[in-house]
């Protein structure tokens, strides 16, 4: 019981943390609207979640373990689920960008947190796997879900009415529950290093980028968030620009790769129940590929000119989202020996490094996709993915040997 209650708290937390943190697309929509922002203006707000999330994670992380796992969570949810209940009231963008920064602050708290605890309920590698694809999966889920909910409170007769922010009085209600089931929840406290000095602690964090274990993550963690980003944020585009469905459609049948990658992360956590991370992860790769490769050639220009329904799209339209199926369990399975091979000691500083590399990785990936996509076209750009997975598949060899000569090595000792 103590276990169930544990892993229902950070899934709940990373539930909660989904949805807000994958509404910034629908926010700057409505912000145009209701505000009458400017489009840079708005995209501003992309800038004050994920800055804020690197640069908390790279401040916080070593000394998360010194308060505890349980009260930097509480801590991130009391933050998030205030800042929900003041916005539908003082309505102003400014406001909206005092949340996102929030939101970011208090999700680097919440996800550096959520990893370590997650390494505290696993005894080996595979039991970590499988459990990290697990609460990654309902992450994906929370995605999902938030598209629908902030939708419902949208108003389609006045597209200027303010009354879609009172999706943050039930956003705050949700937060409420799931301050409460932490509340409930067993955590124990971490273990504390020999060395107690923040400094040493934040020099620690820093120290762990000298390991060539962590040198293979970060590259690793780059590629996967190149394809990832890539494809996530230029499909709309791809099936507007390159297969000519209205727009609509295109952003509609976007939601099939968010499904893909919620599906693939939850039917992943149990398979790795069951069978080794590595000969999995490469069959991964080798299908992600074999989809770009089968599919693309399909996406003829203009291939779906016409179309005023999902039911008239061409066949490149639903297959090209399926990759999300194949690599929706890289990055958790990545994090997964990462942190595996290390003291649990490291893991909150590690977790600051992974979340530090996302955010800024994924920035990257998607300027780069998008350079490319406007100087070569869309099936180009999509080709092009190819290289990142031909690269992650050296990555993964290397880091499966180093990992494993690191835990053989502390093994014998």
Same mark, same amino acid.
């Given at each position: 019981m103590?276990?169930i209650?544990?892993i229902a708290?950070i899934?709940?937390?990373y539930?909660?943390?989904?949805?807000l943190?994958n509404s910034?697309g629908?926010?700057?929509?409505?912000s145009?609207?209701?505000?009458e922002?400017?489009k840079p203006?708005a995209?501003?707000l992309?800038?004050f979640k994920?800055?804020s999330?690197a640069l908390?994670s790279?401040l916080?992380?070593?000394?998360?373990?010194?308060?505890?796992?349980?009260v930097?969570?509480?801590?991130?949810?009391?933050?998030?689920?205030v800042?929900?209940?003041?916005?539908?009231?003082?309505a102003?963008f400014?406001?909206?960008?005092v949340l996102?920064?929030?939101?970011?602050?208090?999700?680097a708290?919440?996800?550096?947190s959520?990893y370590?605890?997650?390494g505290q309920?696993?005894?080996?590698?595979?039991?970590?796997?499988?459990l990290?694809?697990?609460?990654?999966g309902?992450?994906?889920l929370?995605?999902?879900?938030?598209?629908?909910?902030?939708?419902?409170?949208?108003?389609e007769?006045?597209?200027?009415?303010l009354?879609?922010l009172?999706?943050?009085?039930l956003?705050?209600?949700i937060?409420a529950?799931?301050?409460l089931l932490?509340?409930?929840a067993p955590i124990?406290k971490?273990?504390k290093?020999?060395?107690?000095?923040?400094?040493a602690e934040?020099?620690?964090?820093?120290?762990?980028?000298?390991?060539?274990?962590?040198?293979?993550?970060i590259?690793?963690? &780059? !590629?996967?968030? *190149? #394809?990832?980003q890539?494809?996530?944020?230029w499909? @709309?585009?791809? =099936?507007?620009?390159? %297969?000519?469905?209205p727009?609509?459609?295109?952003?509609?049948?976007?939601s099939?790769?968010a499904?893909?990658?919620?599906?693939?992360r939850?039917?992943a956590?149990?398979?790795?129940?069951r069978?080794n991370?590595?000969?999995f992860l490469?069959?991964?790769?080798?299908?992600m590929?074999?989809?770009?490769?089968?599919?693309?050639p399909?996406?003829e220009d203009?291939a779906?000119?016409?179309?005023?329904?999902?039911?008239?799209?061409?066949?490149?339209? &639903? !297959?090209i989202? *399926? #990759?999300?199926l194949?690599?929706?369990p890289i990055? @958790?399975?990545? =994090?997964?020996?990462? %942190?595996?091979?290390?003291?649990?000691?490291q893991?909150?500083?590690m977790?600051?490094?992974?979340?530090?590399?996302?955010?800024?990785g994924?920035?990257?990936?998607?300027i780069?996709?998008?350079?490319v996509?406007?100087a070569m076209?869309?099936?180009?750009?999509?080709?092009?993915?190819?290289?990142?997975?031909?690269?992650?598949?050296?990555?993964?060899?290397l880091?499966?040997?180093?990992?494993?000569?690191?835990?053989?090595?502390?093994a014998?000792?």
């Open positions: 103590p276990r209650l544990i708290a899934a709940a937390s539930y909660v943390f989904a949805i943190l910034v629908t926010v700057i929509l409505q145009i609207t209701s505000f922002v400017s203006d995209s501003t992309e800038g994920d800055l999330i908390v790279f916080v992380a070593s000394f998360i373990p010194r308060v505890g796992y349980k930097a969570m509480l801590v991130g949810l009391a933050m998030v689920g800042l929900c209940a003041l916005l539908p009231g003082i102003e400014w406001m909206i960008k996102f920064a929030g939101v970011g602050t208090a999700f708290l919440v996800k550096v959520v370590a605890i997650i309920l696993s005894p080996d590698t595979r039991s970590h796997s499988s990290m694809n697990t609460i990654e309902i992450f994906m929370g995605v999902l879900s938030g598209y629908w909910v902030f939708s419902a409170f949208i108003d007769v006045n597209a200027a009415s009354s879609w009172n999706v943050y009085y956003l705050a209600a937060v529950v799931t301050f932490v509340c409930l124990d971490p273990e290093s020999n060395d107690t000095g923040s400094g934040f020099l620690a964090m820093l120290k762990l980028t000298y390991q060539p274990l962590v040198l293979i993550f590259l690793s963690i &780059f !590629l996967y968030v *190149l #394809i990832e890539g494809i996530g944020s499909l @709309p585009t791809f =099936n507007r620009e390159v %297969l000519g469905l727009v609509n459609v295109s952003i509609q049948i976007t099939i790769f499904v893909s990658l919620a599906v693939g939850l039917l956590g149990v398979i790795l129940a069978v991370w590595f000969p490469t069959v991964c790769l080798i299908m590929a074999a989809i770009m490769v089968l599919s693309l399909l996406a203009g779906g000119a016409g179309a005023t329904s999902w039911l008239q799209a061409p066949v490149a339209a &639903f !297959l989202p *399926l #990759i999300g194949t690599m929706a990055y @958790p399975v990545i =994090n997964s020996v990462m %942190l595996s091979a290390l003291p649990k000691v893991h909150a500083p977790t600051g490094l992974i979340v530090v590399f996302s955010a800024l994924g920035t990257t990936g998607s780069i996709t998008g350079y996509f406007e076209g869309g099936q180009r750009a999509f080709y092009l993915s190819l290289i990142p997975i031909g690269l992650i598949m050296l990555t993964l060899y880091f499966k040997r180093v990992s494993g000569q690191l835990t053989g090595t502390e014998t000792a």
